[in-house]
């Protein structure tokens, strides 16, 4: 596991920048097809590790009560009244905030599956990378 480091809203932009321009200038076509199945795991482990990491903010989502003062009717629903998401989505990336709180006290090593992508199903088999 790497070390931990400062995350801020300034680093995910220019993250986010960064992935944003690959994906538009992305033409299936000039992929070579020695290197297409290659791409497309490295998006796969991009999904993944995005879903590891909202699954790790979920509860610092609810704690900071932006959806309150926004006017949503829980975390939840937050990024659907944001245009981001749907509500059924939202409630998928927040509700695991309550049941991580409890892994963390259990079992630091979860968290640290987390950090590296690895991202349990509901059999509770990991599915890493």
Do not use: Y
Not at 26 to 40: A, C, F, K, N, S
Not at 108 to 117: A, C, I, K, Y
């Amino acid at each position: 596991m790497g070390e931990r480091i400062p995350i801020s809203a300034a680093t995910m932009r220019i993250a986010e920048h960064a992935i944003a321009q690959v994906v538009r200038g992305l033409d299936p076509e000039d992929v070579v097809l020695g290197d297409v199945t290659e791409v497309w795991s490295s998006f796969d482990r991009i999904e993944r590790l995005a879903a590891c990491a909202k699954t790790l903010l979920a509860a610092r989502v609810d704690e900071a009560g932006e959806w309150k003062r926004a006017g949503a009717r829980s975390a939840a629903d937050h990024p659907a009244r944001s245009g981001g998401t749907d509500a059924i989505a939202g409630a998928a990336a927040v509700d695991p905030a309550a049941e991580l709180r409890l892994v963390r006290k259990a079992q630091s090593t979860n968290v640290g599956e987390l950090r590296g992508g690895v991202f349990a199903d509901e059999g509770g088999r990991g599915s890493g990378f």
